[in-house]
């Protein structure tokens, strides 16, 4: 059975510093992993996907993800955030050779807030 | 650019009525999904379907149901609406699935937030 976990409900920084929202999955496949953020009151938008590939993905806005399989981990990083990234960010997996077809699992979100 | 298209952003009905929810697609895809959305509950599937006229349940169908007769168009359907479906609703399509490969992106609509009073 896959599963995501999101480590932070709620992550606070300040304009201009590193942002890092964690994420944890369980996966009995090789896992297909995506972020997902949502602007308020708007749709997904994917950021990034890792599809067994190379296990650092660069996405859209500056954001980054590292496939660590020793930790079952795919934590998303910005060096330096901006205001227009506050939203909600969903960690999602898939399975890749599963017989479904091809369901998302999200975790719960990580509201992410940027101060001046 | 895929686009995803709900037909309401936002929907206001009474306890006991018939609720419609629509979903557009222009990109061809075979597979359309129906997700609501609840603080601190992230996403949650409803139903999806991957061919018209086909559907699966998902992790939540109770109270819903669907109707997939063309290919582009999936609705949503709340039998008699009731206070806990009170919820954001999100639509998303996605290509089939290749052998041996994931072609599993979703692409998402706006979402429609319902409120059943």
């Known amino acids: 059975a896959q599963s995501v976990t999101q480590l932070d409900s709620h992550v606070s920084v300040s304009e201009g510093t590193p942002v890092l929202l964690r994420c944890n999955y369980s996966s009995s496949y090789s896992p297909s992993l995506f972020w997902y953020v949502q602007h308020p009151n708007k749709g997904l938008q994917l950021l990034l996907k890792?599809?067994?590939?190379?296990?650092l993905v660069k996405g859209i806005n500056g954001f980054e993800a590292e496939f660590k399989k020793s930790e079952t981990s795919f934590h998303l990083t910005k060096p330096s955030a901006h205001m227009s990234d506050a939203a909600e960010y969903f960690c999602?997996?898939?399975?890749?050779?599963?017989?479904?077809?091809?369901?998302?699992?999200f975790g719960k979100g990580t509201k992410l807030s940027v101060k001046p | 650019d895929v686009k995803v298209t709900q037909s309401s952003r936002y929907l206001v009905k009474r306890t006991g009525e018939k609720v419609f929810l629509e979903c557009v697609q222009d990109?061809?895809?075979?597979?359309m999904f129906w997700y609501r959305q609840d603080p601190g509950l992230g996403l949650r599937l409803i139903y999806f379907?991957?061919?018209?006229?086909?559907?699966e349940k998902g992790d939540i169908p109770e109270g819903y149901s669907v109707s997939r007769e063309k290919k582009e168009r999936f609705s949503l359907i709340l039998e008699s609406a009731s206070t806990n479906q009170t919820s954001m609703y999100l639509c998303?399509?996605?290509?089939?699935?290749?052998?041996?490969?994931?072609?599993?992106?979703?692409?998402f609509g706006a979402g429609t937030r319902l409120s059943v009073l």
């Open positions: 999602v997996v898939s399975d890749q050779y599963g017989g479904s077809q091809g369901n998302l699992i």
């Open positions: 990109m061809d895809h075979e597979n």
């Open positions: 890792y599809t067994s590939a190379a296990t």
């Open positions: 998303a399509s996605s290509p089939i699935r290749l052998a041996g490969m994931a072609k599993n992106i979703q692409y």
């Open positions: 379907s991957y061919d018209v006229k086909m559907k």
